[in-house]
């Protein structure tokens, strides 16, 4: 047994552990789990565990639905709020899919991302992201479900008193810390009741584990508290939605191979061509990173979230951001600011990760970066200097996906058909939904 999973071992003898859940995520990024005595861990540790598959959404029909799990030791966190309750502790492990064979199954997301960072391996690179998630807390009624009713006032960086926002969100921290989180930041965003908790960047499989892991301990943690957490990207008309803006470098060994010191901007040759892959696939790209009918209410001019396909140094306007830093031999990186955190991180980010690498293999060359506020450049102007927009709805950004080669092959036949099924349905149902702005525009006109 190898060490990691004999540490695992001694933690949970160690901590009272009763249980551990087995966690994995559907092709949504949505957490699934099974629970195990703790008794029962060696053994699953050594030879996995089966589960039924066949209604998790996006994986196998019924015919063919028996897979495994094989927990990954290095993923091996305790749940901090199952600490007092006195009757032994809950912690969980995230687990990679399999199916009977032993083979990995091909509509585990995580699996797609692991394949996607064994190319980029390939190459003698590693990736790293950091993820900026922002969400809102909404207080829930005194039945318990979710509302639309802000928590407060507050703006960008306030120092609000200590109320029941600020209260859970000190409480996600500690949380956060507990787990293995190491917290750069925590502040009020620019919505009233919007928030942003940042952790340290890692590798980006394991920055899409904690991804997944953030926003189940933030919707858990401000239940605690009378609240609703929400990651949907725009859930009030009329302020900034939340977005889930993503630091990317890639280091060969210890150097960072996104820096030059010689270059404009610091940005390195394969800097420059990882961001022109990306700019190349942002269409396919943005099917994944902006996966809701919803998300498509946050692209728009006005609230600090991208709608053109730019880059820039300071320009927060811009898809892609180049952050000024004083460590620039460590912090080069590149920003991209159109992701929103419902997507699934794991497919996000390997979309990202094959196109950044397509732009390294064909020496693709950036467009001129754009640092005027591009809200404010008319239609020609834009047109003139050959800026594209974002998909402007989620059809559009699927039609992308669909066209996309080098991003379907990454994510695999089996996700693409599922995926693509998944979301044409949520998009028919959307166009037979007659909403509350119908009604009240035309209702009484017509
Ligand atoms: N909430 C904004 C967005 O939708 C971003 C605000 C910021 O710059 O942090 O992307
Ligand atoms: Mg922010």
């Known amino acids: 047994m190898s060490k990691h999973k004999e540490d695992v071992l001694k933690a949970v003898r160690d901590n009272n552990i009763n249980f551990v859940r087995l966690q994995f995520t559907d092709i949504f990024g949505i957490p699934k789990n099974v629970e195990i005595p703790a008794g029962r861990l060696q053994s699953v540790l050594e030879k996995g565990i089966a589960f039924d598959g066949s209604s998790i959404e996006g994986f196998m029909r019924i015919s063919e639905s028996d897979m495994y799990l094989r927990p990954d030791p290095m993923t091996f966190a305790i749940y901090p709020w199952t600490m007092d309750l006195g009757n032994g502790r809950t912690a969980r492990i995230i687990c990679d899919v399999l199916l009977p ?162 270059a404009p901007y610091g940005l390195s040759e394969v800097a420059r061509q990882f961001l022109a892959g990306i700019i190349e696939h942002i269409g396919a790209i943005t099917a994944l990173a902006n996966p809701l009918v919803n998300s498509y209410k946050r692209l728009v001019p006005g609230y600090e979230a991208p709608v053109n396909i730019s880059w820039a140094r300071i320009n927060r306007s811009a898809l892609i951001r180049v952050p000024a830093s004083n460590t620039p031999e460590t912090s080069t990186r590149i920003e991209l600011r159109s992701p929103d955190p419902s997507c699934n991180p794991y497919l996000a980010y390997a979309a990202i990760l094959v196109s950044g690498l397509d732009g390294i293999k064909r020496k693709l060359t950036p467009p001129d970066p754009v640092e005027e506020n591009i809200y404010e450049l008319t239609r020609e102007e834009r047109e003139e ?11 559009e950004a699927l039609a992308a996906l669909r066209r996309d080669k080098v991003v379907t092959a990454a994510l695999g036949e089996h996700i693409v058909e599922k995926y693509l099924e998944a979301k044409e349905k949520e998009l028919q149902e959307y166009r037979l939904a007659v909403t509350p702005w119908e009604i009240e525009r035309y209702l009484e006109d017509y």
């Open 101 to 262: 064979n032993g083979q990995p199954f091909p509509g585990d997301p995580r699996y797609v991302l692991k394949r996607a960072q064994s190319e980029v391996e390939k190459l003698g690179y590693s990736m790293y992201a950091g993820a900026e998630a922002e969400f809102f807390l909404f207080l829930r009624t005194p039945d318990g479900r979710a509302s639309l009713e802000l928590h407060d006032r507050g703006s960008y960086f306030d120092l609000t008193p200590l109320d029941r926002g600020e209260a859970a969100r000190a409480d996600i921290v500690v949380a956060l810390e507990q787990m293995g989180f190491e917290i750069e930041a925590a502040h009020h965003e620019v919505a009233p009741s919007q928030h942003e908790i940042d952790f340290r960047y890692a590798d980006v499989l394991r920055t899409a584990d904690n991804i997944v892991t953030f926003r189940f301990v933030v919707k858990t943690i401000a239940m605690q508290h009378g609240l609703h957490a929400t990651f949907m990207p725009k859930p009030v008309a009329g302020i900034n939605g939340s977005g889930m803006h993503t630091h990317i470098s890639l280091w060969r060994g210890s150097e960072n191979a996104f820096y030059d010191p010689k």
């Open 385 to 395: 200097r050959g800026i594209g927009a974002l998909p402007g709805s989620l059809d």
